[in-house]
Structure formats: C-alpha cells, structure tokens
C-alpha cells in the first residue's frame, strides 16, 4: 500500500485531506502540532520516513494588518509554521522520498495576490509559492514532483470571527474543506511540477500562469524599440 502524510491533518483542509487520499487507498499518517508534531522543528521531520505523498498543509494566520502593531511571537510563528514547515517538509523528503514520489503544498490565494488585512501571511504564502516553483527541478531530478494549491476562503476553523461574519454578510460564497482537498488530488495527479493551482469555489483547479518578466533592455531592443526624438 503506498503512504502518505498530511501536516496540519488534525483540523479543517487537512483532516480533509487525510480523508481523501485514504478514499484513494494510501495509508496516511497525520502529523499535526495537536499530537505532538511541530513541522518548524528539524528534529520531528528526521523521524519521519519515506512516504510516496505528501501534502505539506499546516499554515497558521499572521494575523495583524498594521505593521506597527505586529507582535514579534506571532510574526515569528507564522513564519515558523507556514515558511520552515514548507522548506524543512522538503528538505527531509528530499532526502527520504521514493523517485515517483508526489508533493503538494497548500499555500493560498495569498501566495498569489496582496492582502493588505494580513500582509505576513501573504508574505509566507507568497514564499510558499516562491519555493515551489524554484525547487522543482532540483526534485524533479530526484522523481520526485512538487506542486502548491493556492485556495480562496474555506470554510475551517482558521476563518473565524470578524473575517467569517465579514464573508457571511456579503453572501461571498467559500469553498468546503473536501473542494481543497479534491484540488490537490487533482495537483498530485497532474502529471505537472512548480506549478500553482488556484481553487475558487464553483471552478476547476486552474493552473495558474505567471505572466512573462520583461528581461534587460539590450543595445539592439534600443535602435529597433526607441521611440523617435522628441521635436
Ligand atoms: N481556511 C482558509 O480559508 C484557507 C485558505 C487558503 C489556504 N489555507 C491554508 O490551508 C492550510 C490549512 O488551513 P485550515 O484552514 O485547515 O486551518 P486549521 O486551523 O483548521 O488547521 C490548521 C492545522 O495546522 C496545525 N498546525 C498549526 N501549527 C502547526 C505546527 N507548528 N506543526 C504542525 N501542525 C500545526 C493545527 O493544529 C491545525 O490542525 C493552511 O496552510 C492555511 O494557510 C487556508
């Protein structure tokens, strides 16, 4: 039977997680700060094994919007959980990990676009999708492919309070934990790597496309590209 791992499988998209690879038969193993797994800390992941998928899912809000005001603890955990728990996932199932073996990260719609009520998760989610898009070669020269689904707002105990009642009262519909799970189903099996899926309720996992960066301007670009002088 092959294996898998869900960090953050305790709760909300992990737990759906954890669900839906055992509907496709893996064996599962949550590891979740509530029993005793800290994805920020090097020494649990050296316990961990080899597992043929792995969905680097335990993410943590930043949860301040005026940088004034940011609390050093919680800046600090959120890069702890939702940055080290991404990068030290990868770096010890790079070194454990079957080849054929299949990683997907959750990021966020935050990895993707500002969110100016929460500027450091989108800075760890943004990282989140930085790394993924940049470490896949290196793992792919090892079989192993890497991908990072990037959800709008899910229905999970993260999204509480104020925010929740905020989504409630403009009717904005948001995605069950299950439709999360199922896009990264459709990541693992994609046949892609360093790529970023955006999830919206109501929609497909699109693969989304980074827009092409304008390179150096060159002494060539200048004589075919200069607009004429000025009169
Ligand atoms: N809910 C949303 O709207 C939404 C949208 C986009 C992305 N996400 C991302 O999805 C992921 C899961 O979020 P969720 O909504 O299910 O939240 P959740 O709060 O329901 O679950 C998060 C889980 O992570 C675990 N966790 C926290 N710190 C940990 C640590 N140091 N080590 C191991 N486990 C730890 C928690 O115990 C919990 O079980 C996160 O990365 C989150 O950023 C959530």
């Not at 305790?10 to 038969?25: F, K, T, W, Y």
């Not at 439709?179 to 309720?201: F, K, M, N, R």
């Not at 109501?202 to 607009?227: C, H, K, N, W, Y």
């Amino acid at each position: 039977m092959k294996r898998a791992l869900v960090t953050g499988g305790a709760s909300g998209i992990g737990a759906a997680l954890v669900s839906r690879l055992r509907a496709e038969g893996l064996e599962v193993e949550s590891l979740d700060l509530v029993t005793g797994f800290d994805v920020s800390d090097s020494e649990h992941w050296e316990a961990v094994g080899p597992v043929d998928v792995a969905c680097l899912n335990a993410g943590v809000l930043g949860g301040e919007a005026d940088p004034a005001l940011l609390a050093l603890d919680g800046y600090r955990r959120a890069i702890a959980v939702n940055v080290d728990g991404v990068v030290l996932g990868v770096r010890h199932l790079a070194r454990v990990m079957p080849a054929g073996g299949r990683i997907v990260c959750t990021a966020s719609l935050a990895g993707l676009t500002a969110v100016p009520d929460d500027p450091v998760y989108a800075l760890t989610k943004h990282a989140v999708v930085g790394f993924v898009r940049s470490v896949a070669p290196a793992l792919g020269a090892r079989g192993i492919a890497i991908n990072a689904i990037c959800p709008g707002f899910a229905d999970t105990p993260m999204v509480a309070g104020a925010a929740r009642s905020a989504l409630e009262d403009a009717g904005f519909p948001l995605l069950t934990a299950a439709d999360v799970a199922e896009a990264a189903w459709v990541a693992l099996e994609s046949g892609e790597t360093g790529h970023a899926w955006v999830v919206q309720p109501g929609r497909s996992p699109i693969d989304f496309r980074f827009p092409t960066l304008p390179g150096p301007r060159t002494a060539a670009d200048e004589q075919v590209g200069m607009p004429p002088p000025l009169a």
